[in-house]
């Protein structure tokens, strides 16, 4: 089951995604490397190129119909960010009939994760989707400073919605928007591996990957949003024509020390 960009891990043998903080790598066939910038591996939402990696790393998706890697240079069709490869998430359609899908779990450090998706027509021609998730925990890890407070919290939220408007049997556009807030502290988990005379509270947990030492809580606040719009016109049984026009923006803000 495929929830974010680091469960296809275990599903792609030739892909690696590690992430350190609020940065992430991704290697494809040893091909790759810190998604800052321009990158070597591109992401894509339904064919829209997502610059800003966070956008993908930290979203539970609920309403995906297929994930598509592509291995090797893939410059012809995606440009210049894909010398490894692409990464391509495909939603769903919006349902002809009327859909709702909930799924809610509770846990340990107060976690509250919750996917929701809701679809189905509202004219004869034209059907919609809408979809939302969010996930809060408290710090996974004890910071033994007083009064800084735990590390690796989480605070996120995402909202999709769809319109497909069907004109005729062989064309069809569908308009899609989709908002990403996260607003929360991430953990670097640097540990000292030797003693240091001036960090008594650091040399404290030395071996003890369950805590940290931090003097400050690592801040990360993301907004970022996006609307496209796809128009397919089937030709023939043999030719289809697709034209993808879109907007992206985000904000991003991180603070470490």
């Known amino acids: 089951d495929i929830k974010s960009l680091k469960d296809l891990n ?4 030739a892909l690696k995604i590690s992430t350190s ?28 190129y997502v610059s800003r990696i966070i956008s993908a ?14 291995e090797g240079p893939q410059g012809t069709v995606y440009g210049r ?3 490894g490869g692409a990464i391509d998430y495909i939603s769903k359609a919006p349902p002809r009939t009327f859909s709702f899908q909930n799924t809610l779990n509770v846990g ?11 679809g189905g027509p509202i004219a004869d021609n034209i059907q919609a989707s809408l979809s939302v998730t969010h996930t809060q925990h408290d710090g996974y890890l004890h910071n033994v400073v007083t009064g800084v407070g735990n590390l690796a919290a989480a605070n996120r939220t995402g909202i999709k919605g769809q319109i497909r408007w069907e004109p005729t049997a062989d ?9 990403l807030y996260t607003h929360e502290n991430w953990a670097t988990n640097n540990t000292l591996l030797y003693p ?7 040399d404290s947990i030395i071996g003890n990957y369950h805590d940290v030492a931090a003097n400050m809580q690592p801040v990360e606040n993301f907004i970022g949003y996006g609307l496209s719009d796809e128009l397919t016109w089937k030709i023939n049984n043999q030719l289809t024509l697709k034209s993808v026009s879109a907007l992206r923006t985000a904000q991003d803000y991180n603070f470490q020390d």
Do not use: K
């Not at 790393?57 to 592509?70: K, M």
């Not at 340990?108 to 998706?117: C, I, K, M």
């Open 171 to 179: 064309i069809t556009n569908t308009v899609r928007a989709d908002y």
């Open 108 to 118: 340990n450090f107060a976690l509250l994760d919750e996917a929701a998706s809701v």
């Open 57 to 70: 790393l930290q979203t539970n998706f609920n309403d995906l119909e297929r994930i598509e890697v592509l």
């Open 10 to 13: 275990s599903e792609v043998p």
């Open 81 to 83: 960010n894909s010398v």
């Open 21 to 48: 903080g609020v940065n992430a790598q991704i290697y494809i066939r040893g091909v790759g490397g810190f998604q800052n910038s321009e990158s070597d591996v591109s992401i894509y939402l339904d064919g829209v």
């Open 196 to 202: 240091v005379p001036t960090a008594p509270l650091a």
